[in-house]
């Protein structure tokens, strides 16, 4: 079988026709050859795209950028930026426009092309991360210094119209929180980065501190400007040494060229920032008891309200935010929040990263505007499912994100749309799994990840989920009762309503989830003895 | 990993290093696992005496550190083998091969999670996700990360460590 690096195809409706798509079409065939892509890029007609005030039309895959009017004297510019040297045209793009037709995926579109957006990962693989010099070459610390010249109300202003969600798994407005912390009084406050990225299939945030440490700095310094700060810390788990130590570096280089320290680009505005690493824990994610932690203590979540907002580290009021949240500030700060909102959808906007893992072609890291569906995610960036796989079901935002069936694959995938459909977006862990997954099995691991994470301070968290794992390994290994199912939904309810933090809450989910969308391949776990899928080993 | 090395001196460079106020004990308690290979409850005596200074207004008990020490994943108050084998049991590795792999390891190694062979060689340990999905499955041999590893690869792995 032959392989394509990119599929071209050109609109050849009559209504293309007229407007000289045969021209086009022709002058692709030539600049291909000259250009000697014939080998690798496929070029084909295609009969309607959908749309008939852009034609004639060319869209180009994996990229999926759709281009509109295309005049054959374009094609020549075309191939050379977009198929030799990788580089969308962006002034050729076709106008944004609700997309509807007979294309599979375009029909569900709505805006924007699926197309990658970097803000968050732009400099990442472009730049040194251990040299501030390529990071200044890239606009870096431009953002910081508008910042100085401006009010912090101002700053914070710019942040609450961007509408900017927080993109640790909350979605929490990102300008309010600020405005929280800077609204409070207290001689001390601290600026926290949320770096303890331990959400199972989640690395978003490894590559951004790995690949651009100095835009978190950034954007640490500019919150630490708006809300009063004048401490921060960098909460990095155990496990990411690499990006520790990249920090390291990144600060010791800003304190050098004087943008960390004392009197900050000659504004008077004085900060500095520490490394903290953490020791193997998921729970330490959660805010408080990632304070916790730094205060040298056990990871245990605290009672909340009080919020970090007003009794934070050491009591004080505190910030925090994650890694991915933070990355979009400097970008904001600097292009405004006009811009920001051109990109993702009205209520959730901007981009989001996602890890795409599992059974699909490519796996990886992609970021993309809000709003792009699950099944363009699979078939475009997941460049498909292997020979042979059907999809059955994906698990979104890590462990305790939830489990979607083939059905919701066309929902748009942002906060909104997700919290209509009873989904969590989570940190953006793209789990995809195929018929080979049994439902039941899955839900087992997740709930041995839950069991072995809790912290064990509240006994809905620790004891539920330890009752949760045993009954359903009791049902996997064919000693399940068909009242299990009451008492695990019982249970998830209990765990969800009773749990002192997210983690116990979220606990709920997998069972949840499982039961609802998949509640007939574990019955027949309990009640055939047999496991659908052929993974678990029910009567060993 | 080197639990010959002198336990005193390793909890002073720590402590020394990193100072000695509160938000220093977890990255101290790292160092003296790092450097030993695990952290004996003399480690915890010696360090406690070492941090506790109640006219700094530090107060701590070994209690306290003993807590901290048994909470973290990535610190161990139990001796271990020369090597340590991290799997990764989360999810993503799971439906990506983990589950057959993680037959494969116990039966090589003839261990389960948690335990050292009589040689003391070896520690099997499971762990939670690593953030290296996109090379699942994936083991850690002590500091040494592997990807994509499949059931075949195993004894070439294990033998280069001694």
Redo the contacts between chains.
Sequence with gaps: MKFNRSLVLVSKDPESLRRGAEDVYKQFQSSLAEFDLQGEVALAPIADVGRHDALPMVIIYPEASAYGPIRAGDVPRLVEEHLLKGRQVEDLFAPVKELSGRVGWLKSRKGAQPMEKRIVTRRVGRIDPENIEDYIAEEGYQALAKALAAQPAQVVEWLEKSGLQGRGGAGFPTGLKWRFVAGTKSAKKYVVCNAD???????KD?VILEGDPHSILEALIIAAYCVGADEGFVYV????GLAQSRLQNAISQARAYGLLGKDILGSGFSFDLHV???????VCGEETALLE???????EPRARPPYPTTRGLWGKPTLVNNVETLANVPAIVLNGAEWYRSFGTPSSPGTKTY?I???VNF???IEVPMGITLREVINIYGQGMPPGSTFKLA?TG??SGSIIPASLQDTPMDFESFRKAGVSLGSG?L?I?DEH?CAL??AV??M??FQ??S?GKCTPCRVGTARAYKILTDIQKGKGKPQDLETLTQLAGEMEYASNCGLGQTASVPIRDTLRHFRAEVEAHILLGVCPAG?CNVNG | MNPTKDLTQIVQTAVERHGAQ??????I??EINHEYGYIPAQAIRQARVLLHQPEEHVLVSEG?LY??AS?????SVQAVGRHVVKFC????C???GG?ELWRAVQQELGLQAGETDPQNRFTLK???????????PVMVVDDDVYGNVTPEQLPNIFARYE
């Design positions: 990225e331990s959400e199972p299939g989640t690395f490894r788990r155990g496990e990411y903290h690493s953490g020791a193997g824990a998921y932690s730094i205060e040298g203590k056990r990871g890890t893992l599992g059974n796996r990886g890291l698990q890590g462990s862990a789990l799994c997954t099995d899955l691991t997740l041995k990840f072995f994470e912290c993974v | 509160p938000d220093a004990f977890i990255p308690l790292l306290q807590g901290v909470f973290y994943h990535m610190l049991e989360s999810a993503p799971h439906v990506q589950r499971t762990v939670s996700c690593l953030g290296l999905c996109g090379v699942g």
